[in-house]
């Protein structure tokens, strides 16, 4: 799992939070994410929806494609479909996505890279594996999250950030074990390069064998940890926590003069997971509003669901270029 590495030993480093004056936050849930096929027909493990969604709020989807070794004339993408009233975040590890969408972003997503779609007032896109992916085949490792927006923003013009693994903040473990990336939001005084409508934060961690980390959480955000592979433990109370699984913290055992996650990843992972325990670490300011959602619209009422099935059928979610395959119907895209 390449994403973007460095020597944690050349990093900042985060703070050592004092343990008597941090508020650490507590396990409330532990989630098994479901399988399910999307797209053109390739796999995903998904541990929400599927739970409360209010624990995850602002986050309304989380799905883990891989990670997977595609023969050749395996790899699978989506096709054209539309979006309203969210944002959707790629993140690709390990092999390339191929991103195209209505107002003419897009690009190679590969290898510690993050393309970062506001689909706003509505928006048609395509993901699919490049060529050489569906020729020769290949390992392939991503996620892909979808952030809600408030009211207020459902409508904002559509944008698009295409986040290189190069612009990523990278940060150290506060002993220099471990490797922290900061996509968007920020730990402390460092900030990660995403732009959001919604406060959040989106890490991912490479905790080393029997190591912990300790990070600085915003005491109004909520906070998930979900495991891309290896094993290890989360919360004061070290629960174990295995590839697949997502753990919602509540509040804190403590009252404390700030907020704290903490997580040790196990002595011995398995040979799969590499060099250490890979670890999604998100949390966000909830947005606390009315949730309606059908396939690939999320609103605030059920009206502004069909407001927005009228307004793709009449064509004004963008045109898709004519020389690509004419899209599914909305009723037929239910992802991503």
Request: aromatic share 8%; charged share 20%.
């Amino acid at each position: 799992m390449p994403a973007v590495t460095a020597d944690p030993l050349t990093l900042p480093r985060l703070p050592r939070l004092p343990e008597a004056d941090t508020g650490w936050r507590r396990v409330a849930k532990v989630v098994t994410a479901q399988r399910h096929l999307e797209g053109e027909g390739f796999e995903v493990r998904r541990p929400f929806p599927g739970m409360d969604l209010s624990l995850a709020d602002p986050f309304l989807l989380l799905d883990h494609m891989g990670a997977v070794e595609y023969a050749p004339g395996e790899a699978k993408g989506t096709p054209w479909h539309p979006h309203r009233g969210f944002e959707t975040v790629t993140y690709i590890m390990d092999g390339a996505f191929q991103h195209q969408d209505t107002t003419g972003g897009g690009g190679l997503i590969s290898d510690g890279a993050t393309q970062w779609m506001t689909a706003g007032a509505g928006i048609q896109h395509i993901e699919q594996p490049p060529p050489e992916l569906v020729a020769k085949g290949g390992l392939f490792h991503g996620v892909q999250l979808w952030v809600n927006l408030p009211r207020a923003q459902k409508w904002v013009p559509p944008r698009y950030q295409d986040i290189e693994a190069r612009d990523v903040t990278l940060l150290a473990a506060d002993d220099g074990s471990s490797l922290v990336r900061v996509i968007a939001g920020s730990l402390g005084e460092h900030q990660g390069p995403g732009v959001t409508y919604t406060p959040i934060n989106f890490l991912h961690a490479t905790v080393a064998p029997g190591a912990r980390l300790a990070l600085p959480w915003p005491r109004e955000f909520n906070a998930l940890v979900y495991v891309l592979s290896g094993r290890g433990t989360v919360g004061v109370e070290e629960i174990a926590l295995d590839e697949g699984r997502l753990a919602v913290f509540g509040g804190s055992h403590q009252v404390g003069e700030q907020d704290g996650l903490v997580v040790r990843a196990a002595d011995r992972q398995p040979v799969a997971a590499g060099s250490g325990w890979e670890i999604l670490v998100l949390g966000g300011l909830p947005i606390r509003e009315p949730v309606a959602r059908y396939g690939p619209f999320v609103m605030n009422t059920r009206e502004e669901l069909i407001q927005a099935f009228e307004d793709f059928q009449a064509g004004r979610m963008g045109t898709v270029p004519a020389e690509r395959v004419p899209h599914r119907s909305a009723a037929d895209t239910s992802l991503t």
